[in-house]
């Protein structure tokens, strides 16, 4: 079965500090792509960064990058340098290639980042 | 600037009414996508379409129906036939089918409430 798991609900982290939220994915599908996405509270959700399961390095876009563990069938989301207006929700995704245009979303983690 | 434009932002419906939804993108993307968001849950795929005249089903089809008549647009129906539609709904768009390297690119969302 496809699917990803995100194990923390909601995370309270200081400001200026680094942090990282989990993401465990299950597929049989050699071929995937991994996607963040943060959703603030209007509700739009803007994509953060994608690593491909053939990319041998880590995906990094500015201060996110993915910590993509093969092995592990692990994507954690690292924020570094965490600012305030960090706070959000944010979702891990997969999309197994041999799924026609579906991507699969885990339940979320909830990040508040304190002042 | 290019992007997605969901409307209305609120919605509300009567028990046994039908609702449309509007989607519109003028990012020239092929694929287009409805998401369903309930409070708390990650995104579940209703229907998607990769080109114009053609859509599929996603995990929760039921109760919902769509057209993809032009490239820019792709307007979701929620049927009477739907009994819990009381939720946050997502139009997404891609670049490529696979979504990679770019992701999806969301709209700001509807809420529809049952009244």
Redesign the interface.
């Known amino acids: 079965a496809q699917k ?1 798991t995100q194990t923390q609900p909601g995370m309270f982290v200081q400001e200026k500090e680094a942090v990282t939220l989990d993401c465990t994915y299950d597929t049989s599908d050699q071929s995937y ?1 991994l ?1 963040w ?1 943060k959703q603030p509270s ?7 960064i ?1 690593q ?1 399961s053939y990319d041998e390095q880590n995906a990094t876009e500015g201060r996110y990058s993915l910590n993509f563990q093969k092995a592990r069938k692990s994507a954690n989301l690292v924020i570094s340098a965490s600012q305030l207006g960090d706070s959000a929700m944010y ?1 891990c995704a997969m ?1 197994p ?1 041999s799924s ?4 699969i ?4 983690t909830r990040l508040s980042i304190r002042p | 600037d290019g992007g997605i434009t969901q409307s209305p932002k609120y919605l509300f419906r009567k028990e046994g009414q039908n609702v449309t939804l509007s989607c519109e993108q003028n990012l020239n993307h092929d ?1 287009m ?1 409805w ?1 369903r968001q309930d409070p ?6 209703i229907y ?1 379409s ?1 080109i114009v005249n053609d859509f ?1 089903k ?1 995990d929760i089809a039921e109760g919902y129906s769509v057209s993809r008549e032009k490239k820019e647009s792709f307007p979701l129906t929620v049927t009477s036939a739907q009994k819990n539609p009381t939720a ?1 709904y ?1 139009c ?1 768009s891609s670049q490529t ?13 509807t ?1 529809l409430t049952v009244v």
């Open positions: 990803i792509g996607f996405y209007s509700g739009e959700m803007i994509f953060l994608y491909g979702f999309r290639y026609a245009s579906k991507i979303f885990g339940s979320g | 694929a996508y998401y708390g849950q990650g995104l579940r795929l998607y990769q599929q996603g946050f997502l997404a089918p696979t979504g990679a390297p770019y992701g999806y690119t969301f709209g700001s969302g809420r």
